[in-house]
Nanobody
Framework: QVQLVESGGGLVQPGGSLRLSCAASGSIFTIYAMGWYRQTPGKQRELVAHIPSDRSPTYADSVQGRFTISMDNAKNTVYLQMNSLTSEDTAVYYC????????WGQGTQVTVSS
């Protein structure tokens, strides 16, 4: 059994920053990749950032240059540093881990509002 626990969401003003964390625990031998999706009501789930264990990360065009994904292999944890946030970034953010089966976190709300 594998669990992913997210933290770091909340309310932030436009132009502000937040850092999301997602820690994987349980029966883990190798994590092949981790990443983040986001979901807004009425819209399709969007892949925000993806980081393979052995390659460079990739980003959605909408967050390129503002968001940075990183992974601490020793802690089985992925981070998403979000800068220059706008109202368009408001969503529930879900992390995932490919072990190689894909597991999901419970989601964390990010609200960008003044």
């Amino acid at each position: 059994q594998v669990q992913l626990v997210e933290s770091g969401g909340g309310l932030v003003q436009p132009g502000g920053s937040l850092r999301l964390s997602c820690a994987a625990s349980g029966s883990i031998f190798t994590i092949y990749a981790m990443g983040w999706y986001r979901q807004t009501p009425g819209k399709q789930r969007e892949l925000v950032a993806h980081i393979p264990s052995d390659r460079s990360p990739t980003y959605a065009d909408s967050v390129q240059g503002r968001f940075t994904i990183s992974m601490d292999n020793a802690k089985n944890t992925v981070y998403l540093q979000m800068n220059s946030l706008t109202s368009e970034d408001t969503a529930v953010y879900y992390c995932y881990a490919a072990i190689p089966e894909v597991y999901w976190g419970q989601g964390t709300q990010v609200t960008v509002s003044s």
